[in-house]
C-alpha cells in the first residue's frame, strides 16, 4: 500500500505567518510521530499520537506549536506566528503500533523568511 | 539523560570493504534499536532493527547489539558507492512511543571507488 504522504512538500512563508502541515500516515498504523530536522542536524522529536491522543506533547519547541490528529488518520502540526528558526524539514512517521517500526514520509520542507 | 550517541565521521571506506558503524545510549531499558540511512535532501529509510542480544544479518548488512554493553552496530560488507549516506541509529527508550525514537546525530559515510 501507500507510504507516509505529506503535504506541502515546500513552503515558504513569511516571519509571523501561520502554516499547517498536514500528514497521512500508512492505513492501519495507529503510531503517528512528528520530528524536525533542521539543516546539517539529527532528528528532534516534537510529539506522538496513538490513535487520535497525544500522551506526550513536550517535545512541542513553543506554545506556537499545536498538531492534532483526527482518529487514526490525518494529523496536521501548526506553527502560529512563524519565526525563521522554524525553517526545517518537518517529518512525520507512522508505525503499527508503540514499539514498532517507524516509516517516515517524504517531509515538509520550511522557510520562513 | 536519555542520549544516542554516534561518531559524526565523515567514515571513509574503500569500495568493497567492510564499513562499521557504532552507536551507544544511555538508557538500559531500552528494547528496540533501529538503524535508518539517509540521503542528503530525502528522509530517513529504515535499514534493520534488532530486539534482540547477539547478531541479525539480512544481505549485506548486520546488526550488532549488546544490551550488556548499550552497544549497537552496524555491519556494511562489500560496501558500495551506494551506500555513502548519513546512517542514524536509533533507539526507542524505555517510554516507549511517548518519546518517539531517539536519534542519535549520525554518522556520514562515504565509499570511495
Known amino acids: 500500500g501507500a507510504g507516509v504522504s505529506q503535504s506541502p512538500s515546500n513552503k515558504v512563508t513569511e516571519k509571523g505567518k501561520d502554516v499547517e502541515l498536514r500528514c497521512d500516515p500508512i492505513s492501519g498504523h495507529t503510531a503517528l510521530y512528528w520530528y524536525r530536522q533542521r539543516l546539517g542536524q539529527g532528528l528532534e522529536f516534537l510529539i506522538y499520537f496513538q490513535g487520535n491522543s497525544a500522551p506526550d506533547k513536550s517535545g512541542l519547541p513553543s506554545d506556537r506549536f499545536s498538531a492534532e490528529r483526527t482518529g487514526e488518520s490525518v494529523s496536521t502540526l501548526t506553527i502560529q506566528r512563524t519565526q525563521q528558526e522554524d525553517s526545517a524539514v518537518y517529518l512525520c512517521?507512522?508505525?503499527?503500533?508503540?514499539?514498532?517500526?517507524?516509516?517516515f514520509g517524504p517531509g515538509t520542507r520550511l522557510l520562513v523568511l | 539523560q536519555k542520549e544516542v550517541e554516534q561518531n559524526s565521521g565523515p567514515l571513509s571506506v574503500p569500495e568493497g570493504a567492510i564499513a562499521s558503524l557504532n552507536c551507544t545510549y544511555s538508557d538500559r531499558g531500552s528494547q528496540s534499536f533501529f538503524w535508518y540511512r539517509q540521503y542528503s535532501g530525502k528522509s530517513p529509510e529504515l535499514i534493520m532493527f534488532i530486539y534482540s542480544n547477539g547478531d541479525k544479518e539480512d544481505g549485506r548488512f548486520t546488526a550488532q547489539l549488546n544490551k550488556a554493553s548499550q552497544y549497537v552496530s552496524l555491519l556494511i560488507r562489500d560496501s558500495q558507492p551506494s551506500d555513502s549516506a548519513t546512517y542514524l541509529c536509533?533507539?526507542?527508550?524505555?517510554?516507549?512511543?511517548?518519546?518517539?525514537?531517539?536519534f542519535g546525530k549520525g554518522t556520514h559515510l562515504i565509499i570511495q571507488p
Open positions: 512517521a507512522s508505525s503499527l503500533g508503540e514499539w514498532e517500526t517507524q516509516y
Open positions: 536509533a533507539v526507542n527508550l524505555v517510554g516507549g512511543g511517548a518519546d518517539g525514537l531517539t
